[in-house]
């Protein structure tokens, strides 16, 4: 029996597709990659997901597992063809156990849909990603995905206690418990979790749940310089009060914002951070207080603590325009999520300052100063064989010079495709043998995303 009679007898009909024009749709993400799968699966239950492994092997196919395509890396993208399995329809169980402080959930709902069922009981799943309203708890799970929380939270790894996964031979797999302290055996959730669909296809996630704060204050801090902002960030992390959001915007930012609306913010400003705190109520005003005082410092220009809904949103809408005016002034950008120790930061921005000179390639940050994780945006044009030839060497010093910083190249996005080349310069060599010798016992017949997330000299 062919490979696409066999798909047939388990996935029945608006379940599968085959025909090109379909499946198109779900060959690309977020990176701007795009490749045609020769079919396309909806999953429902473990059993499908079984049987789909086991033809896979079979007719040596690669499966490629799919949320809802808001990845930036290309590792949803099938590369080398083979079966994009769509987890969108995966949506079983979304059950909150307050009790114990616990959801169990499938990988097809989204974030926000967790959030408000969480919310109902007054918890919530502190990772909290951007792409929040339409990204899967599968995807987050996959990617690590966190987002502004993560500063005072952790990411998905420090707030899931278990997973049921079925590996690339077609086994099923339950990893952790539905306690906080447990050590037995290797911690496989944490494994599994970030590991981009290549070791195994996650049907279900045991959350750990966080109590909703009862009150939160939104600060905004403006400096004279990015590097005045960035020596406040270490000071507002080296203190108690561990803000709940810690979001930073370079001056290249800045003005690149004000030409499309009006900020309201000092001429000469050249960096800010949003800041967030939350607690209980009859402390929020004394933690407010806490956090300003290590913004305010050399180079602060002022600080604003929203007292109104309406203030809250007025301070936040300077970093909710970036994004529309980064797409609509560079829509072929190279966006980057390295990570350094908050503590090097300033070394970083001065870093980067440098290279833009050098190349002559515009580059814009922000993102999540609280834990390091910069968004470093370099803005070429296509259409331009300057910036496009001078792009690469330039994305290849960034790197240099976040590994020379002890960072990372990733914070959140994840590796793909579009950083696979770079990863030996992070891991050594035999971090990348043991790596790939876990991926060869999950996935025997390399079928599940072959090629993403390690380099082409370790490609198994």
């Given amino acids: 029996m062919s490979a696409k009679k066999r798909l047939r ?66 590792a949803t993208v099938p590369l080398r063809g083979g079966i994009v399995l769509s987890m969108e329809r995966y949506r079983n169980r979304l059950d909150i156990d307050p009790a114990n402080r616990l959801a169990h959930i499938s990988p097809g709902f989204t974030n926000q849909e967790l959030q408000l069922a969480a919310a109902k009981h007054g918890f919530f799943w502190p990772p ?113 009060a561990t803000p709940c959001a810690l979001e930073f915007m370079d001056g290249t930012a800045i003005e690149m914002v004000r030409s499309f609306s009006d900020l309201g913010l000092a001429a000469d400003a050249g960096a800010l951070l949003m800041i967030e705190v939350d607690g209980p109520a009859a402390g929020i005003d004394a933690l407010a207080a806490q956090v300003s005082a290590a913004a305010d410092g050399d180079g602060c220009l002022q600080v604003d603590v929203a007292t109104t809904d309406e203030d809250v949103a007025r301070l936040w809408r300077t970093r909710k325009a970036l994004s529309p005016a980064l797409r609509n002034v560079a829509p072929k950008k190279i966006n980057e999520d390295v990570v350094v120790p908050v503590s090097r930061i300033p070394e970083l921005i001065g870093g980067l300052e440098a290279l833009s000179k050098k190349f002559a390639v515009t580059i814009v940050n922000f993102g999540h100063a609280g834990n390091g994780n910069i968004h470093v945006n370099l803005l070429v044009d296509p259409d331009d064989a300057a910036q ?16 020379s910083l002890d960072g990372s190249l990733s914070g959140e996005h994840g590796i793909g495709w579009v950083k ?41």
């Fill in 128 to 240: 909290d990603p951007t792409s929040a309203a339409v990204s899967t708890i599968g995807g987050n799970l996959a990617y690590n995905s966190a987002g502004p929380r993560a500063v005072k939270y952790g990411t998905p790894r420090d707030n899931t206690l278990g997973l049921r996964a079925v590996t690339g031979a077609a086994e099923r797999l339950k990893t952790g418990s539905a306690t906080t302290k447990g050590v037995v055996g290797y911690d496989l959730t944490r494994l599994l979790i970030g590991s981009e669909g290549t070791l195994a296809i996650i049907t279900e996630a045991t959350l750990k749940l966080t109590p909703l704060a009862e009150s939160k204050r939104t600060l905004q801090a403006v400096y004279r310089d990015i590097h005045s902002a960035a020596q406040a960030v270490s000071r507002i992390m080296a203190q108690p």
């Fill in 388 to 403: 496009m030839a001078a792009a690469g060497p330039c994305l290849d010093a960034v790197f240099d010079l976040v590994l």
């Fill in 420 to 460: 696979r080349d770079f990863v030996d310069r992070e891991l050594d060599a035999t971090s990348l043998h043991l790596m790939t010798a876990i991926k060869r016992q999950f996935d025997p017949d390399n079928i599940l995303n072959p090629g993403v997330g390690f380099p082409q000299s370790a490609d198994s």
């Fill in 9 to 74: 007898a388990v996935f029945a009909g608006k379940d599968l597709l085959t025909d090109a024009a379909d499946c198109w749709t779900y060959g690309y993400d977020n990176s701007r990659q795009q490749a045609l799968p020769q079919a396309v699966c909806f999953a429902h239950d473990v059993d499908q997901i079984v049987e789909l492994v086991r033809i896979c092997r079979e007719f040596h196919l690669p499966l490629v597992t799919r949320g809802r395509g808001t990845g930036t890396t290309g």
